[in-house]
């Protein structure tokens, strides 16, 4: 089974919003709702930043907002700030095909 | 405060055998699935293989099946990857991960392997 497609990129400006879209099959992504986002700064240990699609672990700051449109799931960061710079991996159950959890490639989100 | 704690990186050779340990604190280990997630040098994460609670289910990406064996002691609260006839791809950051609902809640610091000649 591949890797979820994400964009390799994603920029904006302080303050204002960036979405990072996640596509996938009806195999992985559309057909559960199981999509969690994770948060990764260079040389650290990824963050969960959203799981469930749309709910947020406790800790982490409502600009971070989920979502998800049949096989394409969507991380919203609005309000950006400097410290959200940082690579941005989507992830979904794999479903019947054993392979448990399925990432995406990365976005890495540059803050202008 | 839960803790991961992975131990056992090397750099190894081609065709050897790694066994990488991680120790769990801060939660009631016995209660969650664990999972083993690589990163390859400057690459995306890769899920690599699970455990349930009992250890009595485990699944693994294709890519490892029949090489990798994951294991678990909760008397010991530990996890453990046994990487047997490695390969020049296997070289990656191995994070031990504690699973819920299908998404990664707590993450350890990560071991590396490298594998080369």
């Known amino acids: 089974q591949s890797a979820l497609t994400q964009p390799p990129s994603a920029s904006g400006s302080p303050g204002q919003s960036v979405t990072i879209s996640c596509t996938g099959t009806?195999?992985?992504?559309?057909?559960?709702?199981?999509v969690s986002w994770y948060q990764q700064h260079p040389g650290k240990a990824p963050k969960l930043m959203i799981y469930?699609?749309?709910k947020r672990p406790s800790g982490v700051p409502d600009r971070f907002s989920g979502s998800k449109s049949g096989n394409t799931a969507s991380l919203t960061v609005s309000g950006l700030q400097a410290e959200d710079e940082a690579n941005y991996y989507c992830?979904?159950?794999?479903?019947?095909?054993?392979?448990?959890?399925?990432f995406g490639g990365g976005t890495k989100l540059t803050v202008l | 405060e839960v803790q991961l704690v992975e131990s056992g990186g090397s750099l190894v050779q081609p065709g050897e055998s790694l066994r990488l340990s991680c120790a769990a604190s801060?939660?009631?280990?016995?209660?969650?699935?664990i999972h083993w997630v690589r990163q390859a040098p400057g690459k995306g994460l890769e899920w690599v293989a699970n455990i349930n609670q009992d250890g009595s289910v485990k699944y693994y990406v294709d890519s490892v099946k029949g090489r990798f064996t994951i294991s678990r002691d909760n008397a010991k609260n530990s996890l453990y990857l046994q990487m047997n006839s490695l390969r020049a791809e296997d070289t990656a950051v191995y994070y031990c991960a504690r699973g819920e609902s299908y998404a990664v809640f707590y993450w350890g610091q990560g071991a590396l392997v490298t594998v080369s000649s």
């Open positions: 801060g939660f009631t280990f016995s209660s969650y699935w």
């Open positions: 469930e699609v749309t």
């Open positions: 009806n195999s992985d992504v559309g057909g559960y709702n199981y």
């Open positions: 992830c979904s159950y794999g479903g019947s095909s054993n392979l448990i959890l399925i």
